[in-house]
C-alpha cells in the first residue's frame, strides 16, 4: 500500500506503561483519530522517564515521518522531564512561554501559582502551543513534532486543538470479512488475491473462541473500487471453499 | 533506579494495531509477567508487517537489553511474515524445524496439513521452540530473542512455556498513594523526598473525575525498605498540607 499519505510515529514517555501499571490506550485513539485524517501512523515506541531515551527516539522519529505525536511528561512534578528533553532534542533554549504562564497564572487563586505549576508554562523556544480545554496547561508543536500530555481526556481535548494543523491524506477504506474457519484453511486463497492487488494490503486475523476457531480477514486500501474488488474475490474464494463469509460493518 | 536486574524490550509487530483496528494489550500482560519475575521491561516498539522494518527494530533491540520478545506474524498467512524477518536480522538460515513440523501434521487431519499450515513449522536455524498449549504452531526462541504469537490468549500460553528460561531479578517493591489534591499542590514535596531517595522512582500520575481532579503517587525500588521510607515520607508531607493520603494495596 504504497502512496504519497503523510505518515505519523507516536511516541509514548512514562515508566508507568513499562511497569504494566497503566494500559496505553492513547496509541490506539491516535491511531484511530489520524485514520479519520488519512494519515498513516507507521511506529509507535514507548520509552522511561529518561531524557537521554527520550531524546535518542524523538531524533529517531522525527526525520523519518510526517509527523511525531508524544503523550506523557509534561506536569508540574519532577518526573515529567518531557519539555526540557524536547528542547535537547532540537537543542534549542527552553524558557516561560508568556501566553501560557499568563493562561495558567489566571487559573490558579493568588498564592497557588507556585513553582512546580509555573514549570507547565516552560516551553522550548520557537514551539507553538496546543490548547487544553480540560486542565489548560498547554501541549506545544515544536517543527513536526507534537508534545502532548498522557491522561488520556487531557490528550484527547489536545488531538483536536491540533487537527487544524495536520495535512490530511485520502482516506483508507476497509472492508472486513469475518469467516468461521480456521486461517489455515483459507491461506492459499488469501495470499493468491493478495499478489493479484498489490496496492492494497491483506491482513489474516485469527480469533479463539468457546464456540470455535475463525478469522477476520481485513482489506485496506486507498482506492474504493480496489478494496470492494478484493474483499469479493474474498468472499467467492470461501464460499468455493464451502465457507459462509460474513461481512462485517465497518 | 539502577540496578543489575535483567532488562527487556517488547517488538510488537503487526499492522492491525497500527491502523488502530486493534488495542495492543500483549504489551501490558508482558510487562506485569516481567515484572513478577523482577525482569524490567525498558522499551516497547510497534512495526507494521514490513520486513525491513522488523530487521531494523530488532537489531536496535537485542543488543541493549536482556531480552526482547516479540509478538505477532507466526501464522500461516501470506502476512505473516516475522520468523522469516528474524532470520534475515540473525542472518541465519529458515527451514522446517522436524519437531515442529510432526507436532503440527499430527493436529490435523489427513489432507488438511497444507502448504500454508506446513510454514508455522518453519523456524530459523539454531532456534529452539516455545510450546503453545493452544493452537500447537509453536513460538521459538533464537539468542536473546523470544518470537511468539500475536492473539492474546496464545501468547499468554507461550510466555508460562518460556518463563522458566528467563533469569530473574529482584522483584520491585511498590507504594501507592492516592490523594484528592492536585499534583500542583504536592510537587514540591514529591521532588523533595525524590532527592533524598535515589535509588527509588516516584511516579506521579494525576487524574481528572466527576467528583474532581487527583493523584496516584507511585514508589517502586528494590529495596522494601527504602520504598516503605520514601512512602512514609510522602504520606507525612501530605498530611501536613492538610491532604488525607490514602494507601493502595499493590
Redo the contacts between chains.
Keep these: 500500500m504504497s502512496d504519497d499519505a503523510p505518515t505519523a510515529a507516536m511516541l509514548v514517555i512514562g515508566?508507568?506503561?513499562?511497569?504494566?501499571?497503566?494500559?496505553?490506550?492513547n496509541?490506539?485513539?491516535v491511531?484511530?483519530f489520524?485514520?479519520a485524517l488519512g494519515i498513516?501512523?507507521?511506529?509507535?515506541?514507548?520509552?522511561?522517564?529518561v531524557e537521554a531515551?527520550i531524546v535518542a527516539a524523538l531524533n529517531a522519529l522525527r526525520p523519518r515521518y510526517s509527523y511525531v505525536f508524544t503523550t506523557g511528561g509534561i506536569?508540574?512534578?519532577?518526573?515529567?522531564i518531557t519539555a526540557d528533553a524536547v528542547a535537547r532534542a532540537f537543542d534549542v533554549s527552553i524558557g516561560y512561554h508568556p501566553e501560557a504562564f499568563a493562561a495558567l497564572e489566571a487559573r490558579f487563586p493568588p498564592g497557588?501559582f507556585?513553582?512546580?505549576?509555573q514549570?507547565?508554562a516552560r516551553i522550548p523556544a520557537g514551539a507553538t502551543l496546543i490548547g487544553n480545554s480540560?486542565?489548560v496547561a498547554p501541549g506545544f508543536q515544536i517543527e513536526n513534532v507534537f508534545v502532548m500530555a498522557g491522561?488520556p481526556?487531557?490528550m484527547r481535548a489536545m488531538l483536536e486543538d491540533l487537527a487544524p494543523r495536520l495535512k490530511r491524506g485520502t482516506l483508507?477504506r476497509?472492508c472486513t470479512i469475518m469467516a468461521k474457519a480456521p486461517?489455515?484453511?483459507i491461506?492459499?486463497d488469501?495470499?493468491r488475491v493478495?499478489?493479484q492487488h498489490k496496492a492494497i494490503?491483506?491482513?489474516?486475523?485469527?480469533?479463539?473462541r468457546e464456540d470455535g476457531?475463525g478469522v477476520y480477514v481485513?482489506v485496506?486500501g486507498r482506492d474504493p473500487a480496489e478494496v470492494e474488488v478484493a474483499g469479493s474475490l474474498i468472499e467467492q474464494s470461501l464460499r468455493a471453499l464451502g465457507i459462509e463469509p460474513m461481512r462485517e460493518k465497518d
Design positions: 515508566d508507568e506503561i513499562l511497569s504494566g501499571r497503566t494500559q496505553d490506550t496509541t490506539n485513539y491511531a484511530r489520524l485514520a498513516d501512523l507507521k511506529e509507535a515506541r514507548v520509552v522511561p522517564d531515551e506536569g508540574p512534578t519532577h518526573d515529567d497557588e507556585n513553582e512546580a505549576r514549570r507547565m480540560v486542565s491522561v481526556v487531557v483508507v476497509t486461517e489455515g484453511r491461506a492459499a488469501l495470499a493478495q499478489s494490503a491483506i491482513g489474516s486475523y485469527p480469533y479463539y476457531a481485513v485496506r
